[in-house]
């Protein structure tokens, strides 16, 4: 299923090096989109006092994150793809911790991990899908041509890779978005690679198929088929299923050009939590654009594509396919988690507990993105000409700076 593929070589490691090799325009906007969202994450737990000390976990993250943004970008990625077995073995067994006593039940899905001593709980698939695009890039490397990558048993091995990790991740933790996150970075690689248009028409088919089957055939107390409904008909259950997007609705509508004001929105600062349920998280889109307007919310939406565009352009200039496939499997990570986040928030997709990168609270969730993002930032360095990425480190004593 898998083939060797030659692996380049690693810059040299050290501190120095990190610090000086590392992508520092992608660092940037990363950084700049964390500070945005950390600042709303402030304004949008100020209102009980048990959430005061999230901004400080957050900003605890974000350091970790930022280190391991510096660490990563040092480490050839390549050198996992020969121990493949052993990576999906990994990953397999660090999702089945979930129904040990570690795993936790929140918001209805056992999706999370909480460790004795980690001040944040850790979702094991927001973790496993950066080695599953990995995985999927050294699958696509065998193909020769998009007519080989077209043909039925090659679609058929793809498509088992996939329906294995989203399996594994909805039976074991019942978490929907997290595998349609995997879709995504699935659907994004093969067009890269070139796969033929009609299996996309299929594709939408059979998810064509898939919603009309669960809006006809499944119990109406079924929340899938509840939360699909509401999106249909925002009238149909406002009270219930679909009252969290409407207080997002309302907090979206009340904020208008520029918003109420920052740590001044009526919604977000109000003392009760129907006001604007999880609103530091999931919906943290809806209470930057209820304080601080269209304006505010323009301002995210250009940050995150900028970070998509600097993943998009570093993939276009990537030193070998391996490489290309996995940035443009995380741009499409990215692409599908604003747009589903951002759907949610505006009331035109479901509600399937999708944060916004960035700027969501969570600290396995920033510290994720920034080791994506380390990675993305590793493939720019060995993307560089030798004279660049190769120049010696600075000395002391006559012996290499660490």
Known sequence: MFERIEVMQCPPFGIVDALRQADHVLL???????????????????????????????????????????????????????????????CTVFILLLRTPLGADIGGNRAWLQIPGIPFNIQPAEIVKLFFTMLLAQMLLKFKNPKELSEVPSVARLVGVLLYFCGLIFVISSDAGSALIYVFIFIFMIWAAGIYKRWFVAGLGICALGIFGIIKFLP??????????????????????????????????????????????????????????????????SSITEELGLVGALAVILLLCAIILRCLYIASTAGDQFSSYVCIGYAGMLIAQVTLNIGMCLYVLPVIGITLPFFSYGGSSIMTMYVTMGIVSGIRIRSRPNWLKDQPSPTRGGKPGI
Not at 45 to 62: D, L
Not at 66 to 86: E, G, H, M, P, T
Not at 252 to 271: C, D, E, I, P, W
Request: net charge positive.
């Open 220 to 285: 109406a107390d079924n929340r899938w088929r509840a939360r699909l409904l509401i999106c249909i008909d925002h009238d149909a259950d406002p009270l219930g299923v679909g009252f969290q997007q409407t207080r997002s609705y309302l907090a979206v509508r009340s904020g208008g050009l520029t918003g109420q004001g920052f740590m001044n929105g009526s919604l977000v600062q109000a003392k009760y939590s129907s006001a604007l349920p999880e609103r530091h998280t999931d919906f943290i889109f």
């Open 28 to 90: 940037g906007l990363c950084l700049t989109a964390n500070l945005y969202g950390l600042a709303m994450i402030y304004s949008a737990t100020r209102w009980k006092a048990e959430y005061h000390s999230m901004p400080i976990k957050q900003v605890i993250a974000m350091c970790i994150g930022i280190v391991l943004y510096f660490v990563v970008s040092q480490f050839n990625i390549q050198l996992l793809v020969d121990k493949w077995r052993w990576v999906v073995a990994g």
